[in-house]
């Protein structure tokens, strides 16, 4: 079984701040983690993912994520946040030998002019 | 040249008729997927195809019937259609697993 928990429904940060994206995932096989990006009106984008390797994953449009396995957790972080990153964020989990990904809730960030 | 496209983009429609939604893909990919997407934005898996072949079939009612011609194309009919179906549904492909799904733009379901 899998699932993923995001935490916060909503996340509003200031023009140039540090976003932070929660999310805590449980797997009972090793996981591939992913967080996908949904601009208003359209599909879900892949911004990165988590597989095997380097527990630090670099993304798209400035974006990264950690992979902590103690935690289990895979938070989304970048530096400075630009007005274009107004979207809804989904974490999602996949467990080894499973072919089914599982979405969290998704948490909709808003940045503040 | 859209990956990953689906018509239609808006369906309005009352309930008891039936619809039906198109999706194609000209990624190559092997394995294509119809999601549900609620109002409070929880996205959901109904089902999966892999080669023409069903591979997921969540507990969907059995109104929702799923039908892929060939490995490009996923199309999702709705029959005697209720309230509870307006939601966005998303098509979405991808080749093998390891979740780098690609969506489609979504359509958006008003059931009246």
């Known amino acids: 079984a899998q699932s993923v928990t995001q935490l916060g429904s909503h996340v509003s940060v200031s023009e140039g701040a540090l976003v932070l994206l929660r999310c805590n995932y449980s797997s009972s096989v090793p996981p591939y983690l992913f967080w996908y990006v949904q601009y208003p009106n359209q599909g879900l984008q892949l911004l990165l993912k988590?597989?095997?390797?380097?527990?630090l994953v670099k993304g798209i449009n400035g974006f990264e994520a950690e992979f902590k396995k103690s935690e289990t957790s895979f938070h989304l972080t970048k530096p400075s946040a630009h007005m274009s990153d107004a979207a809804e964020y989904f974490c999602a989990v996949e467990g080894f030998g499973n072919e089914k990904l599982t979405f969290g809730t998704g948490t909709r960030l808003t940045i503040i002019p | 040249d859209t990956a990953v496209s689906q018509t239609p983009k808006y369906l309005v429609t009352q309930m008891g008729n039936d619809k039906s939604i198109k999706c194609e893909q000209n990624l190559g990919h092997d394995t294509m997927y119809w999601y549900k997407q609620d109002s409070k934005k929880f996205l959901k898996i109904m089902f999966s195809y892999n080669n023409k072949e069903l591979i997921i079939n969540e507990t969907v009612p059995n109104r929702f019937s799923p039908k892929s011609p060939d490995k490009a194309h996923l199309n999702l009919h709705i029959n005697s259609l209720e309230l509870g179906d307006s939601a966005v549904y998303f098509c979405?492909?991808?080749?093998?697993?390891?979740?780098?799904?690609?969506f489609g733009e979504g359509s958006r379901l008003t059931v009246l």
């Open positions: 988590y597989t095997t390797g380097a527990t």
């Open positions: 979405a492909s991808s080749q093998g697993t390891l979740g780098e799904l690609f």
